[in-house]
């Protein structure tokens, strides 16, 4: 992952530094259980726990020969060891190390992106809360419908983040696995009580039965989830960038002073961090389809999946993380603009109480058919520049049915937005 979209929490977990060690937390670890069974002795496994360490450039440089990252890294351990060093890697194989290791780098992420995703819940709830009683209007098809609130609106974008936050919670618990099961699974050096007691060491539980891997339904799980996490706050910032086009304007990112919208243009004031977490959530989503296709192997296992799981999984983790930062920064600084809310629901006049002229003229008797005529007959005439309360408050059909307090309720924005409270988040 390019700089520009990685965050140092994540960082921490996926650097080359922080995987291997991983990878040596996981090898001493199972020398530690060789150790409670006598085989490595005291004396040793103190040993091998003080020394264990490895140098980067000493991996890369034993690299060259062995053509394999975890052999070369395992040598490498051997060295800094020392004599005892011949413990480390024993009755396993490489997958034993790398995809426990990967059970505890995908189970960390996860808790990163939680913490994260808490953070831009907050501030969506505090939009909700601000901005409850803010009127504005509700669009389908990107046409005028009926008036909501922003706060309405926030508390959508919150229903679905929540549903996310327990898709991650769930995910954490099904990619906290590690095997330490062999060559094909099948324990032939390590029995499965010696596994599980190495996982739970880790933080993790063992693979209940795996083959050379761990099977990647797991994974793909993580990343749909992730990708599904991408697409919630695509929706989000695809909202923000529609709501601040200059002819709608009702919100608009902070724009700090000395800040360039665009190189020709000085007045320029896109919704540039909007479309960056939309171009990103397509990442993510392709990320998805790339690890679902690594779920088959041949056989106990192949090498399909590591070449490319080596760049989306940290790649997914980075950008997720990276997103929800991204969203929540421009939550924060978001300028609402109640007063061109206001100015955009009353743009059609009072046409958006369509619904109400005909939900209410049904109520007093008259046939569904006859109401919906009725309001459609005012909206067109609205639509071509009649001031639709008049023209409606004016027809013999409407004044026969609705009284004056039952006519002014149809066109009362409080009584419309009555129940627009009923899922916003209480303070």
């Known amino acids: 992952m390019i700089d520009r979209y990685t965050t140092p929490a994540m960082s921490a977990i996926w650097s080359r530094e922080a995987k291997y060690t991983c990878w040596k937390d996981v090898e001493v670890a199972i020398c530690g259980a060789w150790a409670r069974t006598g085989l490595i002795s005291d004396a040793e496994i103190s040993e091998i726990r003080s020394k264990a360490a490895f140098d980067l450039a000493r991996c890369d440089e034993i690299e060259l020969e062995t053509r394999h990252d975890l052999a070369a890294f395992v040598r490498n351990l051997e060295e800094t060891i020392g004599a005892p060093g011949r413990w480390i890697h024993f009755g396993v194989t490489s997958y034993d190390v790398i995809d426990t290791a990967l059970g505890m780098m995908l189970r960390n992420s996860c808790d990163v992106l939680l913490e994260s995703a808490t953070k831009l819940r907050a501030e969506m709830e505090r939009l909700a809360q601000e901005h409850k009683n803010t009127p504005m209007i509700g669009r389908t098809h990107a046409i005028h419908a009926e008036p909501i609130t922003f706060g309405f609106k926030a508390a959508s974008w919150i229903q679905e983040l929540d549903r996310n936050i327990?898709?991650?919670?769930?995910?954490?618990?099904?990619?906290?696995?590690?095997?330490?099961?062999?060559?094909?699974?099948?324990?032939?050096?390590?029995?499965?009580?010696?596994?599980?007691?190495?996982?739970?060491?880790?933080?993790?539980?063992?693979?209940?039965?795996?083959?050379?891997?761990?099977?990647?339904?797991?994974?793909?799980?993580?990343?749909?989830?992730?990708?599904?996490?991408?697409?919630?706050?695509?929706?989000?910032?695809?909202?923000?960038?529609?709501?601040?086009?200059?002819?709608?304007?009702?919100?608009?990112?902070?724009?700090?002073?000395?800040?360039?919208?665009?190189?020709?243009?000085?007045?320029?004031?896109?919704?540039?961090?909007?479309?960056?977490?939309?171009?990103?959530?397509?990442?993510?989503?392709?990320?998805?389809?790339?690890?679902?296709?690594?779920?088959?192997?041949?056989?106990?296992?192949?090498?399909?999946?590591?070449?490319?799981?080596?760049?989306?999984?940290?790649?997914?983790?980075?950008?997720?993380?990276?997103?929800?930062?991204?969203?929540?920064?421009?939550?924060?600084?978001?300028?609402?603009?109640?007063?061109?809310?206001?100015?955009?629901?009353?743009l059609m006049g009072d046409l958006v109480f369509s619904e109400h002229l005909m939900s209410t003229l049904i109520r007093k008797g008259m046939g569904r058919r006859e109401a919906y005529k009725i309001a459609q007959k005012h909206a067109a005439a609205a639509w071509d520049g009649v001031d639709f309360k008049t023209s409606v408050c004016t027809d013999p059909e409407v004044l026969a049915h609705l009284d004056e307090h039952e006519r002014e309720e149809v066109f009362s924005l409080d009584h419309h937005l009555r129940n627009a409270q009923h899922n916003v988040p209480q303070s």
Do not use: Y
């Not at 029995?191 to 339904?217: F, H, V, Y």
């Not at 990343?223 to 706050?233: H, K």
């Open 166 to 346: 327990e898709r991650l919670r769930s995910t954490r618990e099904n990619v906290a696995f590690g095997k330490i099961s062999g060559a094909v699974g099948i324990h032939a050096h390590v029995d499965p009580a010696m596994e599980a007691e190495i996982c739970a060491e880790l933080g993790l539980k063992p693979e209940p039965i795996s083959t050379q891997i761990i099977n990647r339904d797991r994974h793909a799980e993580f990343l749909n989830n992730l990708a599904l996490l991408g697409a919630g706050l695509e929706r989000v910032a695809t909202e923000l960038r529609n709501l601040q086009r200059t002819e709608i304007l009702e919100v608009q990112e902070a724009f700090a002073a000395g800040q360039t919208g665009s190189s020709a243009m000085p007045h320029k004031r896109n919704p540039w961090n909007s479309e960056t977490v939309v171009g990103l959530s397509r990442i993510l989503r392709g990320n998805a389809g790339a690890m679902l296709e690594s779920v088959a192997t041949w056989h106990e296992r192949d090498l399909t999946n590591s070449s490319l799981e080596r760049v989306i999984l940290p790649d997914s983790c980075h950008l997720a993380d990276f997103m929800l930062n991204r969203l929540t920064r421009i939550l924060q600084g978001l300028v609402v603009m109640p007063e061109n809310m206001q100015r955009n629901l009353r």
